[in-house]
């Protein structure tokens, strides 16, 4: 039983994250798409075009090129290289996940044991024990005990820091072995990702949704849960992403951002123009 349940947990957590992974980069491509097309933007990847010209060598660059630059992903590369890989990742790190939280309810349990009953009623199975309590309660045989706050608080910090810690440092070992390079490169980077990796642990819906699995969802479903609010979470950004760069690129300060970088771009360019070593006449 708790290998079934820890085997329908990956594979719900999989499939909600693979599906908001899918809809996130379709609506994040149809975003960079449609941004493309603004006129600001159009000419600010030309002049940036420009710009790199300029300094590579000197040259005035072709501008046909220049409105044909998107951000949009190759959908063939996310189908078959990015999202396998992803999948691939997940299926390995969220069985060991799983019996992570597993480990977090048995040592810091959010509620006291009834003292009426006996460890081995529950076989120590933390799921076992579970719905035995639900069982009881619902026939009136016992009371369920107040929260601990302190245990649920305890949880939550330890996930949020040594559980991003630990996944990180995976997904990093993992990524290594899959590109065929040596894992000691990860192992070394990671003393240095620290920081981002804590800081980043503690953005968007991540503390919020971890801190809510801990009050009210079971131990065994707590990675199904996340996985499905992450999964929210990354859509709802791909969706804002789409609203906010068109609002963006018609503000005052873009536009004049723009004029101020295609006026720099075209100047050194007119001034290399005007290096140009003429050619002697010697006929």
């Known amino acids: 039983m708790p290998r079934n349940q820890m085997l329908v947990a990956v594979g719900q957590t999989i499939l909600l994250s693979a599906l908001g992974w899918t809809i996130s980069h379709h609506l994040l491509n149809n975003a960079y798409h449609h941004a493309s097309q603004h006129h600001v933007w159009r000419e600010w990847v ?29 959908h063939e590369t996310f189908y078959w290289k990015t999202l396998p890989r992803d999948v691939l990742f997940s299926a390995i790190i969220s069985p060991l996940y799983y019996y992570w939280h597993i480990w977090l309810e048995k040592s810091f349990p959010a509620r006291p044991r009834p003292t009426a009953t006996s460890e081995k009623a529950f076989n120590d199975d933390p799921t076992h024990e579970e719905d035995v309590i639900q069982k009881w309660i619902a026939q009136g045989k016992i009371r369920r005990a107040s ?10 910090a330890l996930n949020m820091v040594i559980g991003s810690l630990w996944q990180a440092g995976l997904q990093s070992l993992l990524s290594d072995l899959y590109s065929l390079r040596l ?19 503690f953005i968007g819906i991540a503390p919020l949704s971890d801190f809510v699995a801990f009050l009210v969802i079971p131990a065994h479903q707590r990675i199904v849960f996340e996985a499905g609010t992450q999964a929210v979470w990354e859509v709802f950004c791909s969706a804002f992403v789409g609203l906010f760069l068109p609002w963006l690129a018609d503000t005052e300060f873009v536009s004049m951002m723009v004029a101020n970088i295609t006026e720099k771009a075209r100047n050194e360019t007119q001034s290399q123009l005007g290096h140009i070593p003429s050619v002697p006449d010697e006929l």
Request: glycine residues 4%.
């Open 46 to 74: 030309n002049a940036m075009e420009m710009m790199e010209n300029n300094t590579a060598n000197g040259t005035v660059p072709s501008n046909s090129s220049s409105f044909n630059i998107t951000f949009t992903d190759d």
């Open 147 to 156: 929260l601990s706050w302190w245990n649920t608080l305890v949880k939550w």
């Open 183 to 201: 894992p000691k490169r990860s192992v070394s980077s990671m003393k240095w990702n620290i920081p981002m990796v804590l800081a980043g642990s």
